[in-house]
């Protein structure tokens, strides 16, 4: 039963470009979730994905952008890249089960640095 | 807005000594409560949780308490391990729904033989 995985674990970006990021939810999973976590901070919540649309986001520009295929696979894309974007990047997925959820399990995430 | 606090930010302790890492919640509507554990360069792991309809949950060494009234929850950790040196986040879901999970700043257990 595989878990949750992403990729690339790495990243280097320079100011301005744009980044993809993906994930793989758990297997029986159908919820994707992306937060961003700074150094030395807690994980942000950015977008959730359910049945390939964005169902719910958080405090965070339209730069941030995602979708989710038939799979339950997610991306995440981010324009026009800032420095304080740098972060490591995890999806979590869950199953979602009408009105209640279940519990969010994380991936590595990956390591984002924007130069 | 919503928001988790989280107390202390970091903590040291003696192998053998108990922690404990506390956390209020500002949404009242909130029922779900998880704990992660993040070791340096890993990736946040769930060791345990609680929903709003019992006061506490217990998980060998680990256990934690829920005071809906408060609106704070608490961690504990009995006979602690060096392996237990990590930071630790309590979050609390989004009253919104849909799964959205809201961290505490985190708080550095640091656990010494």
């Known amino acids: 039963d595989a878990g949750v995985t992403q990729s690339p674990t790495h990243l280097i970006k320079t100011r301005g470009q744009q980044v993809t990021l993906r994930c793989s939810p758990k297997?029986?999973?159908?919820?994707v979730s992306w937060y961003q976590q700074a150094l030395g901070q807690g994980p942000q919540f950015i977008f959730q994905?359910?049945?390939?649309?964005?169902?719910q986001r958080g405090n965070f520009p339209d730069r941030f952008s995602g979708h989710q295929f038939p799979n339950y696979s997610s991306e995440l894309n981010v324009n026009a890249l800032l420095l304080g974007d740098s972060a490591l990047y995890l999806c979590?997925?869950?199953?979602?089960?009408?009105?209640?959820?279940?519990?969010?399990?994380f991936g590595p995430g990956t390591r984002l640095t924007v130069l | 807005g919503e928001n988790v606090e989280q107390h202390p930010s970091t903590l040291s302790v003696q192998e053998g000594d108990s922690a404990v890492i506390k956390c209020t919640y500002s949404?009242?509507?909130?029922?779900?409560f998880p704990w992660y554990k993040q070791e340096l360069g890993k990736r946040p792991q769930l060791i345990i949780d609680?929903?709003?309809?019992?006061g506490e949950k217990k998980d060998q060494r680990i256990a934690v308490t829920l005071n809906k009234t408060a609106k704070h929850f608490s961690l504990h950790i009995t006979e602690t391990q060096p392996e237990d040196s990590a930071v630790y986040f309590c979050a609390a879901i989004s009253s919104g729904g849909y799964n959205k999970l809201i961290f505490g700043a985190g708080t550095r257990l640091a656990v010494h033989p």
């Open positions: 979590a997925s869950s199953l979602a089960r009408g009105a209640s959820t279940d519990t969010q399990y």
């Open positions: 297997s029986g999973h159908d919820t």
């Open positions: 994905y359910y049945e390939e649309e964005e169902r």
């Open positions: 609680i929903r709003s309809n019992v």
């Open positions: 949404d009242s509507a909130s029922n779900y």
